[in-house]
């Protein structure tokens, strides 16, 4: 029996997203909070500069900040995270997500839940599709606005930080040109110049 990818509707011998597919979620699921951090630089609409995909109601004069802007970044992005996460909950029997915190960490939350659950919705999720759709529109919508990507700077590997009930951190490391430390975007672990050679000797093998 055959399966069909939701996303670019390859077939598969099983599944519901291609690897490409769940590679190509993965990388927009990690770049999601630094997206959302860069909108902050657009709330003013003369941040657009002439190129705009807004709603209506922008072209009326005298507005101090971007409606699309400030939908993007007080609920939509969010919320868009967090309803794919209650889905995912829901279907796998568990029971309703916590929506805790700022909204700045409610999108690294629901960004970082749903990377680490991607094998699973990938695999068995039939709406992992639909899922990977509205996350590249969301980013296009994003990209829109502000116009590229953020610098992702060079990855070097995951966080091998602890937590007190021993579960290894695992977000990805990225270093960007004169940095001499990075921190870590989801568990804020800080790693000097020093530390670089010891997190590659310590970063888990490939499986083969």
Known sequence: MTATCGMCERNLEAGYLCPGAALALAERLERMPKLYEAL???LSPAARG????VSLV???PGLPVDEAVLDLRYGGIALVLE???SDVQRVRGWGEPAVIGDVTGRVLRASRWLGMELPWIADCYPAAGDLAREVKELE???LSII???PDRGRRIGQCVAVDTSGVICGAVLR????ETRIVC??????YEAEDFLMLKTLQPEEAP
């Open 140 to 142: 296009s919508f994003v």
């Open 175 to 178: 270093h960007h040109n004169g």
């Open 147 to 149: 116009g590229a990507l």
């Open 58 to 60: 922008l072209s009326e």
């Open 40 to 42: 902050a630089g657009f």
């Open 83 to 85: 309803q794919w996460r």
């Open 185 to 190: 975007p989801w568990c804020t672990c800080v």
């Open 50 to 53: 002439i190129t705009e995909r």
